[in-house]
């Protein structure tokens, strides 16, 4: 166990719509990136925040937002969902030189 | 962030060694070299990190030549439990706080 939570684990969506997907990092942890992994890929960075503000962005699609609110915890809003955006949503934590990885969010497009 | 190459996928038996080599040419003087592993449907777990020589934990060794254009993750005495992606990661991360650029893996097959 990481210590980082994800929620919902799994997600089935329609095409066009919204979702929020939801991170908590380990306590203490300032940072919270999150990645994107489709089927047998590799991890795409999508964005960083730490301590409630964006550091870093990555491979984020426009139709995709993200926020760290002050207790730390993260969302990452996926809006007009298409097929292509079906995957794997992981979001990670640092402590001194590792990244902490939460069980990831299956999100899955019809 | 350097490139790396690494085998697209390895197989192996229980109770063998595991060598997995990754190709990194242009790796800058600031960079360490970081091994991950992941379980399908899992989140990357840290395995070992280095710069240079060679880096021993519990679970695994990591060996750099001089050169550093190349490691070699090794795992003593796999078990069937050691079937996972592998990910070679190059770049400024000792202290965890860049993202990490994931390449596409070595996909170890561990046979009974």
């Known amino acids: 166990d990481s210590g980082v939570t994800q929620t919902p684990k799994h997600l089935i969506t329609a095409t066009g719509q919204r979702v929020t997907l939801r991170c908590s990092p380990r306590?203490?942890?300032?940072?919270v990136y999150w990645y994107q992994q489709s089927l047998d890929q590799g991890l795409q960075f999508l964005i960083q925040?730490?301590?409630?503000?964006?550091?870093a962005k990555g491979n984020i699609l426009e139709r995709f937002s993200a926020q760290q609110f002050p207790d730390l915890h993260s969302e990452l809003n996926l809006s007009s969902l298409e097929l292509g955006d079906s995957a794997l949503y992981f979001c990670?934590?640092?402590?001194?030189?590792?990244?902490?990885f939460g069980p990831g969010t299956r999100l899955t497009v019809t | 962030l350097a490139k790396t190459t690494q085998p697209i996928s390895m197989d192996s038996y229980e109770g063998q060694e595991v060598n997995i080599t990754c190709s990194h040419n242009?790796?800058?003087?600031?960079?360490?070299i970081t091994w991950y592993q992941q379980f399908p449907s899992q989140g990357p777990r840290f395995i070992i990190q280095?710069?240079?020589t060679k880096v021993t934990n519990e679970v695994a060794s990591l060996f750099i030549p001089a050169d550093r254009k190349s490691s070699t993750l090794s795992l003593p005495r796999v078990s069937l439990s050691d079937t996972a992606v592998y990910y070679c990661?190059?770049?400024?991360?000792?202290?965890?706080?860049?993202?990490?650029?994931f390449g596409s893996g070595t996909r170890l097959q561990v046979q009974p």
């Open positions: 280095g710069y240079k």
């Open positions: 242009n790796i800058a003087t600031n960079d360490y």
């Open positions: 925040y730490y301590n409630g503000e964006e550091r």
């Open positions: 306590s203490g942890d300032l940072s």
């Open positions: 990670a934590s640092v402590r001194d030189y590792e990244q902490y």
């Open positions: 990661l190059v770049g400024e991360v000792s202290t965890g706080r860049r993202a990490l650029t």
